[in-house]
């Protein structure tokens, strides 16, 4: 073999070689984050959550660098795609000039899946940065599910749900596990008693009633968010999808009976008492789209 032929195949083997060790070395890790604000270290009142609020600013701030301490910790743990969804309100409070560049941001609304747009099965781990109680829970800051001027409580298959169940159970329609959860220490162990023991959990602070807390300082959540996002994916495999069995039974719950009244006019949907409806789905994500029109049409 001559010189050149021998340096052409070394070329070669080497070229293959490092594109097989690359594909080894670099098994694909997607995670999806969804963001709301009410769970965010140091916010306790809608002066921080509502952005006409004197003090929204700073607070999408540490709400901006919570989910920067999520990226990291991902990326630490391996991932090679991170997908970030603003979920709180116009859902555009996430600055993007200061999101690590690293992570793709999903922002502005309405989007189909609300706060879940984006997921799809292609994902391996779903994260829940900011998360609240649902509507009705004790200590729990700022409480509520889905939409505070509208909704009593929600259930779906006969068990009580709030925005860290309902938001699972679409991860799970695409066999996604949700591995870690953070917000009060509430809503924490509210989403881990249905979710399930390995679900991990960074509580920021501690609700001392609807509008007050002990929180940690942005700057000591951020390092805990950051630990345990770390773990949670580190474990991703031994944590199970939140699965529900359809067919999906819906039933929603108002807090005026007129809400029920709007609501019955859609065919699909039935009243059973004053402020309450039901209805029967056998697609997951379609009976949640359903439920969220229910909801705009209680807010008038
Ligand atoms: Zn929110």
């Not at 929603?252 to 008492?273: C, H, T, W």
Request: with cysteine.
């Amino acid at each position: 073999m001559c010189r050149k032929n021998v340096l052409i195949l070394s070329f070669l083997f080497l070229a293959i070689f490092s594109r097989v060790g690359l594909s080894f070395g670099q098994e694909k890790l997607k995670i999806f984050i969804s963001v709301d604000m009410e769970g965010i270290a140091g916010i306790v009142h809608s002066d921080q959550t509502s952005s006409s609020g004197k003090d929204y600013n700073i607070a999408r701030r540490w709400m901006t660098k919570e989910v920067n301490a999520a990226i990291l910790g991902a990326f630490e743990a391996g991932a090679t795609e991170v997908v970030v969804n603003d979920s709180h309100g116009s859902m555009r409070n996430i600055i993007p000039s200061e999101l690590n560049p690293k992570a793709y941001l999903v922002t502005g609304s309405p989007k189909p899946l609300a706060m879940m747009q984006g997921i799809d099965e292609t994902f391996d781990a779903v994260i829940f940065i900011g998360y609240h109680a649902r509507a009705g829970t004790d200590d729990g800051v700022l409480d509520h599910t889905y939409s505070g001027s509208s909704i009593h409580s929600i259930k779906i298959n006969g068990l009580e749900m709030g925005e860290g169940e309902i938001n699972a159970a679409i991860a799970g329609w695409y066999k996604v596990p949700v591995v870690l959860v953070t917000g009060d220490r509430i809503v924490c162990e509210q989403v881990k008693r249905s979710l399930g023991e390995e679900l991990e959990m960074a509580a920021v602070k501690e609700g001392v009633g609807r509008y007050a807390a002990k929180s940690l300082t942005p700057e000591k959540a951020q390092v805990l968010i950051k630990e345990k996002t770390r773990i949670a994916l580190e474990k991703r495999k031994t944590i199970k999808p939140f699965i529900l069995d359809p067919p999906f039974y819906f039933e929603v719950n108002f807090l005026r009976s007129y809400m029920a009244d709007s609501a019955e006019l859609i065919p699909q949907v039935e009243k059973k008492g004053a402020r309450t409806v039901v209805f029967t789905s056998n697609n997951f994500v379609e009976g949640f789209k359903l439920m969220r029109v229910l909801i705009s049409l209680a807010r008038r």
